[in-house]
């Protein structure tokens, strides 16, 4: 029942590995963010993308694998049991990821939008505890917080790139 890591060789495995390594919330993140460039005036540096990118995989991946590590309950899809089965393989990932996100972070972007980051990863530490220590108390259900904190990052965007003027960007949003 254990899963072969092999080279996809159609377009239907392409797209199977890509769901189930979350590649595709990553790349919509990415993807979604870039129609602040054409809402608003703004350029955003390459290293924004790859900090979002790697923020969804680490937000994702932990999920999953908070997910896949409660014994008590049988791994009900195939990414419970793809994530059971390489866990130590995904933290060692997350952990790596979090290691450049931590230098990325500092050697490009200004300390405000550092702190802001902090503080959303706070909100996201503080979801996963609540959600790891109170699973049934939740006021929604555990995927809208998720989508919650994924619109947020992608929101968290053009906050880092336009600073002081994010207001405007989160009225215009509001607004669409």
């Known amino acids: 029942m254990g899963y072969k890591l092999r080279l996809p060789h159609t377009i239907h495995q392409l797209f199977f590995w890509v769901h189930l390594l979350s590649l ?6 990415c993807l979604l963010s870039t ?31 908070i997910d896949s590590s409660n014994d008590k309950v049988v791994a009900h899809s195939i990414r419970h049991l793809f994530f059971r089965q390489h866990f ?42 609540y959600h790891r220590k109170f699973p049934k108390v939740l ?5 809208v917080w998720i989508g919650f904190i994924y619109g947020f990052a992608i929101g968290l965007v053009p906050t880092i790139v336009l600073g002081m003027y994010s207001f405007l960007v989160w009225h215009q949003i509001m607004l669409f």
């Not at 595709?24 to 993140?29: E, K, N, R, S, T």
């Not at 996100?101 to 490009?108: D, K, M, P, R, S």
């Open 24 to 29: 595709d919330v990553a790349l919509g993140a």
């Open 35 to 65: 129609g602040f460039v054409l809402m608003f005036p703004i350029e955003i540096p390459w290293h924004v993308f790859e900090l979002l990118f790697s923020s969804c995989l680490v937000v994702y991946w932990t999920d999953h694998l």
């Open 88 to 129: 130590t393989l995904f933290f060692i990932l997350i952990i790596l990821l979090v290691c450049s996100n931590i230098i990325l972070a500092f050697a490009y972007l200004h300390w405000l939008s550092i702190l802001q980051a902090a503080l959303f990863v706070v909100m996201i530490g503080v979801y996963l505890f």
């Open 139 to 143: 006021l929604f259900e555990k995927e």
